[in-house]
Protein backbone atom coordinates (compact mmCIF):
# COMPACT_ATOMS: atom_id res chain seq x y z
CA UNK A 1 0.00 0.00 0.00
CA UNK A 2 1.50 3.33 -0.99
CA UNK A 3 0.51 6.52 0.29
CA UNK A 4 2.64 9.80 -0.82
CA UNK A 5 5.20 7.82 -1.49
CA UNK A 6 6.22 5.58 1.21
CA UNK A 7 5.16 1.95 1.85
CA UNK A 8 4.60 -0.29 4.78
CA UNK A 9 7.29 -2.58 3.53
CA UNK A 10 10.03 0.78 3.18
CA UNK A 11 8.53 2.02 6.92
CA UNK A 12 8.98 -1.97 8.43
CA UNK A 13 12.85 -1.36 6.39
CA UNK A 14 13.25 1.67 8.32
CA UNK A 15 12.50 0.42 11.65
CA UNK A 16 14.89 -2.95 11.12
CA UNK A 17 17.38 -0.41 10.20
CA UNK A 18 17.18 1.35 13.41
CA UNK A 19 16.44 -1.92 15.96
CA UNK A 20 13.70 -0.10 17.80
CA UNK A 21 11.97 -3.07 18.14
CA UNK A 22 13.28 -5.42 20.83
CA UNK A 23 13.32 -9.15 20.24
CA UNK A 24 10.07 -10.91 21.62
CA UNK A 25 10.49 -12.74 24.56
CA UNK A 26 8.57 -16.07 25.48
CA UNK A 27 6.57 -13.75 28.72
CA UNK A 28 5.36 -11.46 25.63
CA UNK A 29 2.73 -14.22 24.66
CA UNK A 30 -0.44 -12.60 23.52
CA UNK A 31 -3.95 -13.93 23.16
CA UNK A 32 -5.59 -14.98 20.02
CA UNK A 33 -8.01 -11.58 20.93
CA UNK A 34 -5.36 -9.24 22.25
CA UNK A 35 -3.39 -10.12 18.93
CA UNK A 36 -6.38 -9.43 17.09
CA UNK A 37 -7.13 -6.24 18.87
CA UNK A 38 -3.37 -5.37 18.25
CA UNK A 39 -3.30 -6.00 14.32
CA UNK A 40 -6.77 -4.09 13.50
CA UNK A 41 -4.92 -1.41 15.72
CA UNK A 42 -1.96 -1.15 13.70
CA UNK A 43 -3.85 -0.79 10.49
CA UNK A 44 -5.69 2.18 11.88
CA UNK A 45 -2.82 3.46 13.28
CA UNK A 46 -1.21 3.42 9.73
CA UNK A 47 -4.20 4.98 8.33
CA UNK A 48 -4.42 7.79 11.01
CA UNK A 49 -0.25 8.19 10.38
CA UNK A 50 -0.95 8.71 6.76
CA UNK A 51 -3.62 11.44 7.23
CA UNK A 52 -1.84 13.18 9.66
CA UNK A 53 1.05 13.27 7.16
CA UNK A 54 -1.01 14.42 4.53
CA UNK A 55 -2.25 17.84 5.95
CA UNK A 56 -0.61 20.63 4.79
CA UNK A 57 -0.06 22.58 7.41
CA UNK A 58 2.82 19.91 9.21
CA UNK A 59 4.25 19.29 6.09
CA UNK A 60 7.95 20.75 7.59
CA UNK A 61 7.25 19.88 10.88
CA UNK A 62 10.11 17.64 12.46
CA UNK A 63 9.38 14.73 15.17
CA UNK A 64 12.43 13.64 17.23
CA UNK A 65 12.08 10.08 18.48
CA UNK A 66 14.56 8.52 20.70
CA UNK A 67 17.81 6.93 18.87
CA UNK A 68 16.86 8.76 16.06
CA UNK A 69 17.75 11.39 14.06
CA UNK A 70 14.82 14.40 13.43
CA UNK A 71 11.82 13.13 11.06
CA UNK A 72 9.48 14.67 9.50
CA UNK A 73 5.42 14.04 10.36
CA UNK A 74 5.18 11.66 7.41
CA UNK A 75 7.94 9.30 8.33
CA UNK A 76 7.82 9.69 12.11
CA UNK A 77 4.03 8.45 11.84
CA UNK A 78 5.27 6.05 9.44
CA UNK A 79 7.78 4.75 11.88
CA UNK A 80 5.28 4.55 14.65
CA UNK A 81 3.13 2.62 12.88
CA UNK A 82 5.06 0.35 11.49
CA UNK A 83 6.88 -0.22 15.21
CA UNK A 84 3.30 -1.43 16.12
CA UNK A 85 2.83 -3.64 13.03
CA UNK A 86 5.91 -5.37 13.77
CA UNK A 87 5.49 -5.98 17.37
CA UNK A 88 2.03 -7.08 16.28
CA UNK A 89 3.43 -9.74 13.86
CA UNK A 90 6.12 -11.32 16.78
CA UNK A 91 3.44 -11.76 18.73
CA UNK A 92 1.32 -13.37 16.57
CA UNK A 93 3.58 -15.83 15.43
CA UNK A 94 4.69 -16.51 19.23
CA UNK A 95 1.25 -17.34 19.91
CA UNK A 96 1.05 -19.66 16.61
CA UNK A 97 4.20 -21.63 17.66
CA UNK A 98 3.06 -21.90 20.87
CA UNK A 99 -0.59 -23.65 19.91
CA UNK A 100 1.42 -25.46 17.70
CA UNK A 101 3.59 -27.11 20.54
CA UNK A 102 2.10 -30.27 22.19
CA UNK A 103 0.93 -29.24 25.34
CA UNK A 104 1.42 -31.08 28.54
CA UNK A 105 -1.34 -32.32 30.24
CA UNK A 106 -1.96 -33.93 34.16
CA UNK A 107 -3.09 -37.64 34.15
CA UNK A 108 -6.25 -37.70 36.13
CA UNK A 109 -6.43 -41.58 36.98
CA UNK A 110 -9.96 -43.45 37.35
CA UNK A 111 -11.25 -45.67 39.56
CA UNK A 112 -11.31 -48.39 36.79
CA UNK A 113 -8.21 -47.97 35.63
CA UNK A 114 -6.24 -48.83 39.27
CA UNK A 115 -4.51 -51.99 39.39
CA UNK A 116 -4.40 -52.82 43.63
CA UNK A 117 -1.70 -54.63 45.02
CA UNK A 118 -1.27 -56.15 48.80
CA UNK A 119 1.87 -55.67 50.93
CA UNK A 120 2.80 -57.00 54.15
CA UNK A 121 4.10 -54.82 56.87
CA UNK A 122 5.81 -56.31 60.13
CA UNK A 123 5.15 -54.18 63.07
CA UNK A 124 7.99 -55.76 65.05
CA UNK A 125 9.59 -52.92 67.12
CA UNK A 126 8.53 -50.10 64.52
CA UNK A 127 7.45 -46.71 66.38
CA UNK A 128 3.96 -46.28 66.57
CA UNK A 129 3.71 -42.85 64.25
CA UNK A 130 6.56 -43.73 62.17
CA UNK A 131 4.36 -46.80 60.87
CA UNK A 132 1.00 -45.08 60.31
CA UNK A 133 3.01 -42.67 58.15
CA UNK A 134 4.28 -45.36 56.27
CA UNK A 135 1.15 -47.12 55.67
CA UNK A 136 -1.04 -44.07 55.31
CA UNK A 137 1.11 -43.24 52.26
CA UNK A 138 0.22 -46.81 50.91
CA UNK A 139 -3.22 -46.36 51.28
CA UNK A 140 -3.57 -43.09 49.78
CA UNK A 141 -1.53 -44.26 46.52
CA UNK A 142 1.15 -41.51 47.62
CA UNK A 143 4.02 -43.79 46.39
CA UNK A 144 2.88 -44.29 43.09
CA UNK A 145 3.20 -42.01 39.93
CA UNK A 146 -0.69 -42.19 38.99
CA UNK A 147 -1.99 -40.40 42.08
CA UNK A 148 -4.72 -38.71 42.33
CA UNK A 149 -6.24 -36.82 44.71
CA UNK A 150 -9.64 -37.82 44.45
CA UNK A 151 -9.61 -40.79 43.82
CA UNK A 152 -8.45 -43.83 45.87
CA UNK A 153 -5.32 -45.18 44.15
CA UNK A 154 -3.92 -46.74 47.02
CA UNK A 155 -2.92 -50.46 47.69
CA UNK A 156 -3.92 -52.57 50.39
CA UNK A 157 -2.11 -53.41 53.54
CA UNK A 158 -1.60 -56.01 55.93
CA UNK A 159 0.25 -55.51 59.36
CA UNK A 160 1.16 -58.23 61.50
CA UNK A 161 2.41 -58.54 65.12
CA UNK A 162 0.64 -55.47 65.77
CA UNK A 163 0.64 -56.08 69.41
CA UNK A 164 5.15 -55.74 69.82
CA UNK A 165 4.93 -52.35 68.06
CA UNK A 166 6.26 -49.78 70.43
CA UNK A 167 6.16 -46.46 71.75
CA UNK A 168 8.77 -43.78 72.39
CA UNK A 169 9.40 -42.19 75.36
CA UNK A 170 7.19 -42.84 78.35
CA UNK A 171 4.15 -42.60 75.65
CA UNK A 172 2.65 -46.59 76.75
CA UNK A 173 2.04 -44.86 80.10
CA UNK A 174 1.24 -41.29 79.63
CA UNK A 175 -0.36 -41.43 76.15
CA UNK A 176 -4.02 -41.53 76.68
CA UNK A 177 -6.96 -43.39 74.33
CA UNK A 178 -10.42 -41.39 74.55
CA UNK A 179 -13.61 -42.59 73.83
CA UNK A 180 -17.45 -41.22 74.06
CA UNK A 181 -20.55 -43.48 74.67
CA UNK A 182 -21.94 -40.21 73.35
CA UNK A 183 -24.19 -39.63 77.01
CA UNK A 184 -23.16 -36.49 79.07
CA UNK A 185 -20.58 -37.85 81.57
CA UNK A 186 -19.45 -40.96 79.16
CA UNK A 187 -15.68 -39.83 78.22
CA UNK A 188 -13.51 -42.97 78.97
CA UNK A 189 -9.89 -42.95 78.24
CA UNK A 190 -7.09 -45.38 78.92
CA UNK A 191 -3.35 -45.64 78.60
CA UNK A 192 -1.42 -46.97 75.32
CA UNK A 193 -0.23 -49.94 77.23
CA UNK A 194 -3.14 -51.33 78.32
CA UNK A 195 -4.61 -50.45 74.47
CA UNK A 196 -2.20 -52.71 72.66
CA UNK A 197 -2.37 -55.27 75.53
CA UNK A 198 -6.18 -55.13 74.54
CA UNK A 199 -6.60 -54.50 71.30
CA UNK A 200 -3.53 -53.79 69.24
CA UNK A 201 -4.84 -54.21 65.94
CA UNK A 202 -7.52 -50.79 66.94
CA UNK A 203 -4.18 -48.89 68.16
CA UNK A 204 -2.92 -49.04 65.20
CA UNK A 205 -6.15 -48.58 63.45
CA UNK A 206 -6.76 -45.30 65.26
CA UNK A 207 -3.47 -43.85 64.57
CA UNK A 208 -4.07 -44.48 60.65
CA UNK A 209 -7.10 -43.25 60.49
CA UNK A 210 -6.07 -39.98 61.58
CA UNK A 211 -3.69 -39.65 58.83
CA UNK A 212 -6.16 -40.15 55.70
CA UNK A 213 -8.56 -37.73 54.22
CA UNK A 214 -11.61 -37.00 56.59
CA UNK A 215 -14.31 -38.20 54.45
CA UNK A 216 -15.59 -41.27 52.28
CA UNK A 217 -12.78 -41.49 50.29
CA UNK A 218 -10.58 -41.80 53.70
CA UNK A 219 -12.90 -44.57 54.95
CA UNK A 220 -13.11 -46.77 51.67
CA UNK A 221 -9.27 -46.18 51.96
CA UNK A 222 -8.84 -47.36 55.51
CA UNK A 223 -11.12 -50.69 54.35
CA UNK A 224 -7.78 -51.79 52.81
CA UNK A 225 -5.90 -52.37 56.11
CA UNK A 226 -5.99 -55.33 57.99
CA UNK A 227 -4.14 -55.33 61.31
CA UNK A 228 -3.19 -58.60 63.30
CA UNK A 229 -1.99 -59.52 66.40
CA UNK A 230 0.59 -61.97 65.64
CA UNK A 231 1.87 -63.52 62.63
CA UNK A 232 -0.78 -65.18 61.49
CA UNK A 233 -3.56 -63.30 58.80
CA UNK A 234 -5.95 -65.14 56.45
CA UNK A 235 -4.82 -63.26 52.83
CA UNK A 236 -2.30 -65.53 51.17
CA UNK A 237 -4.86 -65.53 48.39
CA UNK A 238 -3.93 -61.83 47.54
CA UNK A 239 -0.23 -62.82 47.40
CA UNK A 240 1.06 -59.92 49.58
CA UNK A 241 4.43 -58.61 48.98
CA UNK A 242 6.76 -58.54 52.24
CA UNK A 243 8.18 -54.53 52.42
CA UNK A 244 10.32 -53.94 55.49
CA UNK A 245 9.63 -50.25 56.27
CA UNK A 246 12.56 -49.93 58.86
CA UNK A 247 15.08 -49.66 56.31
CA UNK A 248 13.81 -46.16 55.17
CA UNK A 249 14.83 -45.32 59.01
CA UNK A 250 18.94 -45.98 59.09
CA UNK A 251 19.76 -43.74 62.01
CA UNK A 252 16.78 -45.17 63.82
CA UNK A 253 18.20 -48.54 63.23
CA UNK A 254 21.59 -47.34 64.31
CA UNK A 255 19.75 -45.52 67.47
CA UNK A 256 18.42 -49.16 68.18
CA UNK A 257 21.17 -50.90 68.00
CA UNK A 258 23.50 -48.55 70.02
CA UNK A 259 20.75 -49.38 72.59
CA UNK A 260 21.08 -53.10 72.59
CA UNK A 261 24.73 -52.98 72.40
CA UNK A 262 24.64 -51.29 76.11
CA UNK A 263 25.19 -53.22 78.94
CA UNK A 264 22.10 -54.06 81.46
CA UNK A 265 22.06 -51.53 84.85
CA UNK A 266 21.94 -53.23 87.92
CA UNK A 267 18.76 -52.54 89.62
Not at 83 to 101: G, K, Y
Not at 220 to 248: C, E, F, W
Amino acid sequence: MAVLGWDVSKAVALLSEHSACPQPRAENRAYPGCARFAYFAGVWACRLSCVFAASRPLRGAQMVLPGMPALTIRGGALYLAADLAVRCRSRIALRNASLSETPMRTPSTRAADVVRQWFIVDATDMPLGRLATEVATILMGKHRALYTPHTDTGDGVVVVNAAKVKLSGQKLDKKLAYRHSGFPGGIRSETYRSLIERRPDFAIEKAVKGMLPKSSLGRGMLTKLKVYADANHPHAAQQPQSIDLRARFPQQQAEAAAVKAQPAKAV
